[in-house]
């Protein structure tokens, strides 16, 4: 199987915005980007993105899952980067229409379509260091992916680090290729020196994301997870888990939590931990990296309600339970 995110369908809708107004999204050949190799995003990183996914229903449908909430984020992603406001209607016709386009190529269950919708400031001015782009382009690549877990589940190894933060504060919930970008050091240094799959960003302290997933701790029958505010992503499947695990009866605190507190339960048995996110939706992680000590988490495999919270999830995407918080988009 190819890896996750390097197969991309032909085409793509795209819209450009000249200043004033939005041009009407045509698809085109989803090579045939043209930029000015002064544009403002090649240098001053004025851009933003969204993660969602497109999913194949026993019937033959197709159904977008959540589409409303990452409209919203890249509204607001776009927003606070001084990008020009996107008309989030257009945006989801494009969305609608591109997965539409390729709707025969969506994979059945476990597979997906990835759609990775991308706004990017286009204006030619190296000179605006200080100033925002007054023109850009927003396009919607699709990527069909496989099973995450073809190769099995594996509790994932997790560096806590509590000196470090994964990015500015103030740039947290911004979903924007910076942000990524300032990780990849430190996460690939927690690769070679302890052979962690991914670093837990804990600034003084606080335990907040990873570089790529929400962090979620289960101990027993409640889940605590930091509270949203600015300095760490909002994500969809974060916010999906919770309405999910709600209802099933657990009890859910979003409040910060310390390296302290986390360790301490980590130690009981009945704890387990998850990272959430639209690639891999709940992936169990059995062991923290702390100052060069191994902690196991619970049992340090496989947590039973990590499985149970992902199938429910999956469940609803796949169409193999009711859809009841109305979070299916049919194309
Ligand atoms: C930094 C970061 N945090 C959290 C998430 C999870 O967000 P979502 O559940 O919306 O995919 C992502 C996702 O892609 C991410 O890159």
């Given at each position: 199987m190819a890896a996750f995110g390097t197969v991309f369908m032909p085409e793509m809708a795209i819209s450009w915005f000249d200043g004033s107004s939005w041009s009407t999204p045509e698809l085109v050949a989803s090579d045939s980007l043209q930029l000015h190799p002064g544009a403002h995003v090649l240098h001053y990183s004025s851009t933003c993105f969204e993660g969602l996914k497109a999913f194949r229903h026993a019937d033959g449908s197709v159904k977008i899952f959540r589409m409303d909430k990452n409209l919203d984020r890249f509204e607001q992603s776009s927003h606070l980067l001084a990008l020009p406001p996107i008309d989030k209607n257009a945006t989801r016709e494009m969305i609608i229409d591109t997965v539409r386009r390729f709707a025969a190529d969506v994979p059945e269950a476990p597979g997906s379509l990835y759609i990775r919708p991308t706004h990017i400031g286009t204006e030619?001015?190296?000179?605006?260091a200080a100033a925002p782009s007054l023109t850009s382009c927003q396009y919607i690549l699709v990527s069909p992916v496989g099973d995450y877990f073809a190769g099995g589940v594996a509790a994932l190894r997790v560096l806590i680090e509590?000196?470090?933060?994964?990015?500015?504060t103030h740039m947290g919930m911004i979903k924007s290729g910076g942000n990524y970008a300032s990780a990849l050091l430190p996460i690939m240094k927690a690769r070679a020196e302890v052979?962690?799959?991914q670093i837990l960003f804990c600034p003084n302290g606080d335990v907040q994301e990873t570089g790529a997933a929400n962090f979620l701790l289960i101990d027993d029958d409640e889940i605590i997870t930091k509270a949203l505010d600015e300095s760490f992503l909002h994500g969809v499947t974060r916010d999906s888990v919770l309405t999910i695990a709600r209802d099933m009866g657990m009890r859910i605190s979003e409040r910060d939590i310390t390296v302290d507190e986390l360790l301490e339960r980590a130690a009981k048995p009945n704890c387990e931990a998850a990272l959430s996110g639209t690639a891999a939706v709940l992936t169990p992680v059995g062991t923290f990296i702390h100052h060069g000590k191994e902690i196991s988490i619970g049992n340090g495999g496989i947590g039973e309600t990590t499985l149970k919270l992902r199938k429910a999830l999956n469940d609803i995407q796949w169409g193999n339970s009711e859809d009841k918080y109305g979070w299916l988009t049919e194309v």
């Open positions: 030619a001015a190296i000179g605006k509590d000196d470090g933060m994964r990015c500015a052979q962690a799959d």
